[in-house]
């Protein structure tokens, strides 16, 4: 283990090996024997366990159920919504068969030819379909209106290219799928879940992220308009982090879904969709590391305080382990989530790295001379200053740190994408500041999807988002020298 | 909804209508346009989410912790352990390609047949050998155990006769995955575990269970020795509603994982795995109700109380409602979950009858008189019973009588299978017993396989298990005659 700590790829010299290093040695995840499936270990679930808590918490105030539908998705309804198919139904698990047998010419079992399916069923990769197939048989008048449900699941999406977190063929996410009277109650319900996802990312990951709607281009497939909230990585790339549907009737004109309204005449539903998986975590990772190992927000650290006894023989560790045991359980009780290690065949040195390594945001360590002063050595994952302070007291000190860390870490995501974010007026300098700089990119665009995929097509930057708070600003197009309204966000992505 | 209500099946006329009915009319869940699939709804969802999270706590509070594996298994996995083949590999999920593409014949996509897997993969029916793949890995050393991992996921079994949450082809489970460095070290936990399913089943579900190991014939395919918790429903039929299972080497030695014992030399590891799954819904649903609907015990319903306001009037609303909330926020800061259902458009009556149905413990309901006498009415849902109390102290009365029906709704059930449960010597009683009277019987058995065929294939009862707790008493087997050392537990099942 003190081999692979050291072996922490630098984030300066290799970005993307530094990430991968990251997540495999702080005991994230690992790629599986299955192509792009990856096991999520027990360091790396606690964390989304984390997420899913805070944000179930965040749906059930803004009054959504959860309920659980289908993991396959007969292959006909995929077809049902024109543009829905294009974008989803293509790069996917298709389950064929429902049986195999020995196999009559050697070893092992083979598929059995005669268990095939009549219509083959496809692995989710979302379920708009499979839902709007569902409240079909729910929705009868406006009285049954709104559904406002949520479900926790496992998708496929048949990725060539995958990495960790980022990019996975199954991933762990949330849909939600919401069903409404009026096209406005669905737009303000579109609002409230991307502004649910921006409280979400910016008091519990402590990312800041930018609340937009995306262009045509990259729009979900079967969406009149996208919500989204973007984030800058440390490399000076963007990540989409969520994002927030207002699916307009589509859906519900897809799979006949009505509703006798007010006035008693038939009307097809509105609908919206809204998701965050376990790229999540991704953008944590990214946003927050460095050399050392993980940064981890303390609202979102499985362990928030670790101890680790300083001692030579028995009777040293008794006293120190009595007076840590003491803290932990006072900490417990005000809702921190503490470890001691006491583990005896490892080297306190290591034992720091470790939680380095693991982004513990406070590590306390205390030896025989603190315990005749009355000292502690307190230090921060987030600055990695360490001092020595009194005991009394330690307990406030470490609740109101905590908070400070919080705060910290936020604000210096913040002060990275201030820095990081530039207006620009041509193509020269857009090209020059995305080569040289990176980060997001401000700039008027035509509002064309042309001048957009040329660009993309040109520098790989692609519009992140139109900014729901953008000014009115005349100003000409970067690309195309055509009029336009406001800038937009621009950036390369992962 | 009101014609819906009164047609919930008499449980006495029949009982598999009744519960089928009653899932459906409460809202638990329903079948969906996937065969053997189905969808849990809200209501029902919500009931499984505060098993979940019990049995969560009771998971880590014993020093597990969740983790997540993919939901594929390459084929030749299922391979490496012989009888876990026989048992598991052949009705399953099985993916066969990654893409679809345009039907270039007509309408709609078709399965492109370029893009065949090269080795299919199976949807998990359970995860065993992913597991054991991955854990090779993660273990070199004495040091690197115990392993206790849980994971939280979906399985699929491709199940030809379905019945909502009793057996469909796809349930949401549990499934824990322990490594250990003795024998001694992982039957205990199998012993552990199986423990904290029966505090479960009996605190939390309010179903009293009888622990026991499995007979060879039912045992887990690739376990050494499986313990059960089997339950008994009011039908007379016995449920297994959770087991955990000894694999002793078995699963090391198919994926090869040794690790260096204490004394330095390599050792295949001691194994386990344990799970509940969304039957333990059909377990609770079937144990208690009747033929007004669900009977919830508190601890797991969602809806712990309800409160319906009787008036005539905006004023009288307006008054008896300040009342209610104010004794509902008191509830809640005690964390009873409470709803006031003040719908003006439904009757009083109809939403007595929808809380019985969905098996709300507690139902207050409060009009003008009320007021004026300072009393509320109370109605019990285990009981059926109703009085009319003061309202002075009504919200420690509450929070005593939600105890009192917990430990109720338990002590009805350990009666009934009292009641159920029968000892037998010969086989033309077993006979007559099973058909006349159903449920538990306790028998003496020679112990062989070939004797518990020939009891299932003339009576359909099986061994559900040899309890752990069965008094050593000589015998003689109630079918071969042959002598025997303990009565075992007979019952026709789920």
């Given at each position: 283990m003190a081999k692979e700590l050291k072996s922490l790829t630098n984030r300066e010299d290799n970005y993307s090996q530094w990430y991968n290093d990251l997540v495999m040695k702080a005991g994230l995840a690992e790629n599986s024997a299955v192509r792009g499936c990856m096991v999520i270990k027990p360091y790396g679930y606690a964390i989304w366990e984390k997420m899913q808590r805070a944000l179930d918490d965040m749906f059930k105030e803004t009054g959504h159920e959860n309920a659980y539908f289908p993991l396959f998705i007969p292959k006909s309804f995929f077809s049902k919504e024109a543009s829905h198919v294009e974008g989803f139904a293509k790069e996917c698990a298709v389950v064929t068969h429902y049986r195999l047998k020995n196999n009559p010419d050697g070893e092992g079992v083979v598929v059995d030819p005669d268990a095939k399916l009549e219509e083959e069923l496809i692995?989710?990769?979302?379920s708009e379909t499979i839902i709007w197939n569902t409240y079909k048989n729910w929705i009868k008048s406006y009285r049954d209106l709104p559904i406002l449900c949520n479900q926790w699941a496992n998708v496929v999406r048949w990725e060539m290219r995958t990495r960790l977190f980022l990019r996975t063929a199954e991933f762990l996410w949330q849909e939600g799928h919401t069903a409404h009277e009026t096209r406005q109650e669905a737009i303000e319900e579109t609002e409230r879940m991307v502004g649910v996802y921006k409280v979400f990312a910016e008091q519990w990951m402590a990312v800041p992220v930018i609340v937009g709607h995306k262009s045509a281009n990259e729009r979900f497939a079967g969406a009149e308009d996208t919500l989204t909230i973007e984030a800058l990585m440390q490399d000076g790339k963007a990540l989409q982090s969520g994002t927030s549907h207002f699916l307009g009737q589509n859906f519900a004109k897809a799979f006949d879904v009505q509703f006798a309204n007010r006035d008693g005449k038939l009307e097809h539903v509105w609908a919206t969709s809204w998701g965050v998986s376990t790229r999540l975590m991704g953008a944590l990772i990214m946003a927050h590391s460095d050399n050392n190992g993980l940064v981890l927000p303390p609202k979102l650290a499985p362990i928030q305080v670790v101890m680790i006894p300083i001692y030579k023989g028995e009777e040293e560790l008794k006293s120190v382990s009595e007076r840590f045991n003491n803290i932990a359980s006072q900490l417990k009780a005000l809702g921190v989530s503490v470890k001691v290690d006491a583990r005896d065949h490892i080297r306190s040195g290591f034992k720091f790295a470790e939680y380095e390594l693991k982004g513990v945001p406070i590590r306390l360590a205390m030896g025989p001379r603190d315990m005749t002063n009355g000292t502690i050595e307190i230090a921060r994952r987030d600055t990695l200053q360490k001092e020595t302070i009194p005991q009394d007291g330690i307990v406030e000190h470490i609740v109101k740190l905590l908070d400070e860390i919080q705060d910290n870490i936020f604000n210096k995501a913040l002060d990275f994408r201030a820095e990081k974010t530039t207006k620009v007026d041509t193509f020269a300098e857009f090209k020059q500041v995305l080569d040289d700089k990176g980060g997001f990119i401000l700039a008027h665009w035509d509002g064309t999807s042309e001048t957009e995929e040329q660009i993309k097509s040109e520098t790989k930057a692609t519009i992140r988002c139109i900014p729901i708070d953008a000014v009115e600003e005349d100003g000409v197009c970067v690309y195309s020298g055509k009029p336009s309204k406001m800038r937009v966000l621009f950036a390369r992505s992962y």
């Amino acid at each position: 283990m003190a081999k692979e700590l050291k072996s922490l790829t630098n984030r300066e010299d290799n970005y993307s090996q530094w990430y991968n290093d990251l997540v495999m040695k702080a005991g994230l995840a690992e790629n599986s024997a299955v192509r792009g499936c990856m096991v999520i270990k027990p360091y790396g679930y606690a964390i989304w366990e984390k997420m899913q808590r805070a944000l179930d918490d965040m749906f059930k105030e803004t009054g959504h159920e959860n309920a659980y539908f289908p993991l396959f998705i007969p292959k006909s309804f995929f077809s049902k919504e024109a543009s829905h198919v294009e974008g989803f139904a293509k790069e996917c698990a298709v389950v064929t068969h429902y049986r195999l047998k020995n196999n009559p010419d050697g070893e092992g079992v083979v598929v059995d030819p005669d268990a095939k399916l009549e219509e083959e069923l496809i692995v989710r990769p979302t379920s708009e379909t499979i839902i709007w197939n569902t409240y079909k048989n729910w929705i009868k008048s406006y009285r049954d209106l709104p559904i406002l449900c949520n479900q926790w699941a496992n998708v496929v999406r048949w990725e060539m290219r995958t990495r960790l977190f980022l990019r996975t063929a199954e991933f762990l996410w949330q849909e939600g799928h919401t069903a409404h009277e009026t096209r406005q109650e669905a737009i303000e319900e579109t609002e409230r879940m991307v502004g649910v996802y921006k409280v979400f990312a910016e008091q519990w990951m402590a990312v800041p992220v930018i609340v937009g709607h995306k262009s045509a281009n990259e729009r979900f497939a079967g969406a009149e308009d996208t919500l989204t909230i973007e984030a800058l990585m440390q490399d000076g790339k963007a990540l989409q982090s969520g994002t927030s549907h207002f699916l307009g009737q589509n859906f519900a004109k897809a799979f006949d879904v009505q509703f006798a309204n007010r006035d008693g005449k038939l009307e097809h539903v509105w609908a919206t969709s809204w998701g965050v998986s376990t790229r999540l975590m991704g953008a944590l990772i990214m946003a927050h590391s460095d050399n050392n190992g993980l940064v981890l927000p303390p609202k979102l650290a499985p362990i928030q305080v670790v101890m680790i006894p300083i001692y030579k023989g028995e009777e040293e560790l008794k006293s120190v382990s009595e007076r840590f045991n003491n803290i932990a359980s006072q900490l417990k009780a005000l809702g921190v989530s503490v470890k001691v290690d006491a583990r005896d065949h490892i080297r306190s040195g290591f034992k720091f790295a470790e939680y380095e390594l693991k982004g513990v945001p406070i590590r306390l360590a205390m030896g025989p001379r603190d315990m005749t002063n009355g000292t502690i050595e307190i230090a921060r994952r987030d600055t990695l200053q360490k001092e020595t302070i009194p005991q009394d007291g330690i307990v406030e000190h470490i609740v109101k740190l905590l908070d400070e860390i919080q705060d910290n870490i936020f604000n210096k995501a913040l002060d990275f994408r201030a820095e990081k974010t530039t207006k620009v007026d041509t193509f020269a300098e857009f090209k020059q500041v995305l080569d040289d700089k990176g980060g997001f990119i401000l700039a008027h665009w035509d509002g064309t999807s042309e001048t957009e995929e040329q660009i993309k097509s040109e520098t790989k930057a692609t519009i992140r988002c139109i900014p729901i708070d953008a000014v009115e600003e005349d100003g000409v197009c970067v690309y195309s020298g055509k009029p336009s309204k406001m800038r937009v966000l621009f950036a390369r992505s992962y």
